[in-house]
């Protein structure tokens, strides 16, 4: 049997993606409560987690989530192993993959990120790149969830850059029956590739330049910094200062809209500290569904999760 992988939502089913968010649901609601003792999927297996970027929540969330589940996290930078540049990635994840169980990688190169899969033999998880971010997206499906109800016939609407949460968002559009309503700057919008996807996909996508336009009676409002990891800062503030999420922009979403952002934030650039600290804002709960998402994920890759 081939490894489990997690890599993009796109590589999965809507049943996959759905039977793994019910999994998060159930997790979260049996955590440290005496029904969790059977949720140890990893009993006595090793997850490397590797960092060749900063993280906070990503690094924080998988090494509780695998500890809860009863295995052990192994913490590697990148700069430690210095990733394709000792040897190269393939060996690498052949390495890796007889000393642990699964691993969980942060690395830019997507195409490094799937070399490193195309070579495990245990399952890898994609703790962000330059190009996705699903992880991320499954937290934030779960918190849309448990505020505004079922996905499906939602309205969604993301304003500012084009980068990889939205990407993984786009790939959900492909897999969900929601709208996603994107302004971003002409020059910041999503790549064609990923348009096309979204078009052959089914994805309900509706690009505009137009903060407004995108925000019009939606249910959630989402926006990330302007500047990501690897982007070079050119004329990003000047093009995204339009798409900054403030109150009158919230005012023009559905009355019981939330606002999500999957931090770390820069306030007073993409987003205002009153949609940041307001009541319509869940950031710190989809922080928090990052470990009970990945949980779900985890206990997939290690087959403990079916569609
Ligand atoms: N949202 C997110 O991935 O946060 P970190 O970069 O802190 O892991």
Redesign the pocket.
């Given at each position: 049997m081939p490894p489990r992988h997690f890599i993009d939502l796109s590589d999965f089913t809507t049943r996959e993606l759905r039977a793994m968010l019910d999994a998060g649901r159930d997790i979260k609601a049996r955590r440290r409560t005496p029904a969790s003792q059977g949720d140890r999927p990893l009993d006595g297996k090793t997850v490397a987690m590797i960092f060749d970027?900063?993280?906070?929540?990503?690094?924080a969330s998988f090494e509780v989530g695998i500890r809860e589940l009863g295995g052990a996290p192994m913490m590697v930078t990148g700069r430690e192993i210095e990733l394709g540049e000792r040897e190269s990635v393939a060996d690498t994840a052949r390495v890796f993959s007889r000393y642990v169980d699964a691993i969980m990688i942060?690395i830019l190169d997507h195409g490094q990120l799937r070399e490193f899969a195309r070579h495990a033999t245990v399952p890898v998880i994609n703790?962000?790149t330059k190009t996705s971010?699903p992880c991320?997206v499954m937290a934030d499906i779960m918190t849309f969830e448990e505020h505004r109800g079922s996905l499906q016939k939602a309205r969604i609407a993301w304003t500012g850059d084009s980068n990889n949460v939205l990407a993984s968002w786009i790939h959900a559009a492909g897999r969900f029956d929601f709208e996603l309503h994107v302004a971003t700057p002409a020059e910041l919008a999503p790549s064609r590739a990923l348009q096309d996807w979204a078009s052959e996909n089914g994805a309900r996508l509706k690009l505009t330049t137009k903060p407004e336009e995108a925000v019009e009676g939606a249910d959630c409002v989402i926006t990330d910094c302007w500047v990501s990891?690897g982007d070079k800062e050119g004329n990003r503030h000047n093009l995204l200062r339009p798409f900054q999420v403030d109150e009158a922009l919230m005012r023009r979403a559905a009355r019981e809209a939330v606002f999500m952002h999957?931090?770390?934030a820069t306030r007073g650039e993409e987003v205002t500290d009153a949609v940041m600290d307001g009541p319509q804002s869940v950031v710190y709960d989809e922080?928090e569904n990052?470990l009970h998402a990945q949980k779900a994920i985890l206990a997939w890759c290690f087959g403990q999760v079916q569609a």
């Open positions: 970027q900063p993280s906070l929540r990503t690094r942060r703790g962000l971010h991320q990891m999957c931090l770390p922080a990052r």
